[in-house]
């Protein structure tokens, strides 16, 4: 059941991606993600408040909730400023690069997560997980070769350093969401739906301080894509916490499956928005899903 849902996730992540760049082109960054959090958190109150006004109509159900303490609170706050920084540089970073070399960089994630795993949950590499991580450095390489080609250098943009680092928090995210749904027995609707509000307050002061003074130079433009991103990641963020409740469920495996995503967000980048250098980055992505393949092999 939890593979099921966490390529139902992979799907969705793949249509956030086109949703955010369609959203994120020639428009100011910091808006979009505020409006984002804005109808999570609007998306989810219907759950916070049947949770925590006891109305119990959701119990049972697939929305069925419950409440937490102080300390369950605090755990869910530090998660959403863990996911609101990889967004923040995520949102950059897709707003000045290519999906094709977006989506096969944040692909690269679960060798992130599995070496997080190794030091943090106990987990060992095997000779498929080594071979799938090595095979993961080399697509690297050639992605970078092929960003030069569009005048992309891997050392020195700015963006692309901005997508390592979202790509290196989200791994961080997805670890800190193993130690406190499973550590801590948090229900996953608890903190989906809480982790959005959070974030939100974070996003208004994040928007007051550094986009409303400069908002005639950053002009924001409304398009109907902006509301999809938030349904595309909340529809993928629920398989993805119904998926690590499951006992049975290893964090390297999920987060693997989850970066199929990129299969997506490649060709909608190449279909509907045109991008180059496809015949290279092809090759890239077919490394990338066979060094995937390799540690779904070795972690099974």
């Known amino acids: ?45 219907p759950v916070i408040l049947d949770a925590e006004l006891g109305f119990g109509l959701l119990d049972g159900g697939a ?57 943090l949950f106990g987990e060992r590499l095997n000779m498929w997980q080594w071979g799938g991580v090595l095979i993961t450095i080399l697509s690297l390489y050639l992605l970078s070769r092929a960003g030069k080609r569009e005048s992309i250098d ?4 700015r963006y692309v350093w901005a997508l390592f680092m979202a790509m290196l928090l989200g791994a961080v ?35 007051l301080a550094l986009w409303l003074p400069r908002r005639a130079t950053e002009r924001f433009e409304w398009r109907w894509t902006i509301p999809l991103i938030t349904l595309f990641v909340s529809c993928a963020d629920f398989f993805y916490y119904h998926a690590l409740a499951d006992e049975e469920a290893m964090i390297a495996v999920v987060s693997m499956i989850r970066r199929s ?5 490649f060709f ?18 077919i490394l990338i899903l066979i060094g995937m393949v390799l540690l779904a092999i070795g972690s099974i």
């Open 1 to 45: 059941m939890w593979v099921g849902a966490a390529f139902l996730s992979a799907f969705l992540l793949g249509l956030y991606d086109v949703a955010k760049k369609r959203s994120l082109s020639h428009n100011a960054v910091i808006p979009v993600l505020l409006l984002n959090t804005l109808f999570s958190t609007l998306l989810f109150l």
């Open 63 to 119: 929305l069925d909730s419950e409440c937490g303490d102080w300390g369950d609170h605090m755990l869910v706050a530090l998660k959403a400023l863990i996911t609101l920084s990889s967004w923040l540089c995520g949102y950059y970073a897709i707003k000045h690069l290519p999906l094709t070399i977006v989506g096969p960089v944040n692909a690269m994630r679960p060798v992130v997560v599995l070496v997080g795993a190794t030091l």
């Open 154 to 157: 891997f050392r020195s943009n």
């Open 173 to 207: 995210s997805g670890l800190y969401d193993k130690y406190i749904i499973s550590g801590y027995d948090l229900h996953p609707l608890f903190v989906q739906s809480w982790f959005g509000v959070y974030q939100f307050a974070m996003m208004s002061v994040v928007a």
């Open 261 to 265: 995503s990129v299969i997506v967000s």
């Open 268 to 285: 909608c980048g190449v279909l509907l928005f045109g991008e180059r250098n496809v015949r290279s980055k092809v090759i890239d992505l």
